[in-house]
T-cell receptor
Framework: GENVEQHPSTLSVQEGDSAVIKCTYS??????FPWYKQELGKRPQLIID???NVGEKKDQRIAVTLNKTAKHFSLHITETQPEDSAVYFC?????????WGAGTKLIIKP | DADVTQTPRNRITKTGKRIMLECSQT?????MYWYRQDPGLGLRLIYY???????NKGEISDGYSVSRQAQAKFSLSLESAIPNQTALYFC?????????????FGNGTRLTVT
């Protein structure tokens, strides 16, 4: 079955710097890769997603890249701000289910 | 997103008690899911339903049961709660029938079993 690994588990960056979170997946048939942000005590919310026929997608300060050959995808956040502090989850979709990474706690230092 | 509503928000119960967590949605989605979240383990799927007559086990269904009372309602039951079921539980919905749509989560139910 599908397995998703996410790294790092914790990431601390200076405000204004960029942050990169990486995920790898095992099943080449996976075709949809969303990223969720979960603020403390709140529900996970979709921030960006990418489908397997696309290599990169951007939305303002957030971008996701997908390398199907290597089976990995990454979340890039530029010009980080205090409100970016949260736990970020990647996931891979196959056979109508989402398989989740374990999450990355992003800390923005002032 | 208030379209997926979970009740209760918090619940403390004793070992051995039966408890039900409820989820209702106004999004009109056929697919509904129950997840459990533990620190450091991300989200794990308990049960999912593609319509009222279609219920499927997820990766950690032991000790849980579900009921899809209507398209809009999907309940999770713990028949005999145990302390290691203490966790944050999320209900979610998903649009369409394919693989390319996101999950929409409720606000979660924090369950503590003493």
């Amino acid at each position: 079955g599908e397995n998703v690994e996410q790294h790092p588990s914790t990431l601390s960056v200076q405000e204004g710097d960029s942050a990169v979170i990486k995920c790898t997946y095992s099943d080449s048939a996976s075709n949809y890769f969303p990223w969720y942000k979960q603020e403390l005590g709140k529900r996970p919310q979709l921030i960006i997603d990418i489908r397997s026929n696309v290599g990169e997608k951007k939305d303002q300060r957030i971008a996701v890249t997908l390398n199907k050959t290597a089976k990995h995808f990454s979340l890039h956040i530029t010009e980080t701000q205090p409100e970016d502090s949260a736990v970020y989850f990647c996931a891979a979709s196959k056979n109508y289910q989402l398989i989740w990474g374990a999450g990355t706690k992003l800390i923005i230092k002032p | 997103d208030a379209d997926v509503t979970q009740t209760p928000r918090n619940r403390i119960t004793k070992t051995g008690k039966r408890i039900m967590l409820e989820c209702s949605q106004t999004k009109g989605h056929d697919r509904m899911y129950w997840y459990r979240q533990d620190p450091g383990l991300g989200l794990r799927l308990i049960y999912y339903s593609f319509d009222v007559k279609d219920i499927n086990k997820g990766e950690i269904s032991d000790g849980y049961s579900v009921s899809r009372q209507a398209q809009a309602k999907f309940s999770l039951s713990l028949e005999s709660a145990i302390p290691n079921q203490t966790a944050l539980y999320f209900c979610a919905t998903r649009a369409g029938t394919g693989d390319n749509s996101p999950l929409h989560f409720g606000n979660g139910t924090r369950l503590t079993v003493t």
